[in-house]
């Protein structure tokens, strides 16, 4: 089965930086959209970025575009999240998502994504 497994939250200071993983497993990672999204508490869980199954193609959501940057490795079957610039409202808790159905384009939306992984804490002090 899908296993997805985060890692790299933590607590740092307004401006600062942390790079989140996620380590994938069950099925041939190569061949799926992944993606993060983000809840604070007392929201609704947000898109944050996604990225082709190929690496090739990637979108944000506005805010975080010019600060956060996703990237994957097929090899090591991981995606990662560095997210510069780091301000209080970025303060969630971070999952990562993983496409229901191979070969398919990139997506923003909650519905597109049928594996999640537990999530990272990332807190962000002002």
């Known amino acids: 089965q899908v296993q997805l497994v985060e890692s790299g939250g933590g607590l740092v200071q307004a401006g600062g930086s942390l790079r989140l993983s996620c380590a994938a497993s069950?099925?041939?990672?190569?061949?799926?959209?992944m993606a993060w999204f983000r809840q604070a508490p007392g929201k609704e869980r947000e898109f944050v970025a996604t990225?082709?199954?190929?690496?090739?193609?990637?979108a944000y959501a506005d805010s975080v575009k010019g600060r956060f940057t996703i990237s994957r490795d097929n090899a090591k079957n991981t995606v990662y999240l560095q997210m510069n610039s780091l301000k209080p409202e970025d303060t969630a808790v971070y999952y990562c998502?993983?496409?229901?159905?191979?070969?398919?384009?990139?997506?923003?939306?909650?519905?597109?994504?049928?594996?999640w992984g537990q999530g990272t804490q990332v807190t962000v002090s002002s």
């Open positions: 998502a993983q496409r229901a159905l191979p070969w398919r384009p990139i997506a923003t939306t909650r519905e597109n994504y049928r594996y």
């Open positions: 069950g099925r041939t990672f190569s061949m799926y959209v």
């Open positions: 990225i082709s199954y190929s690496g090739d193609s990637t």
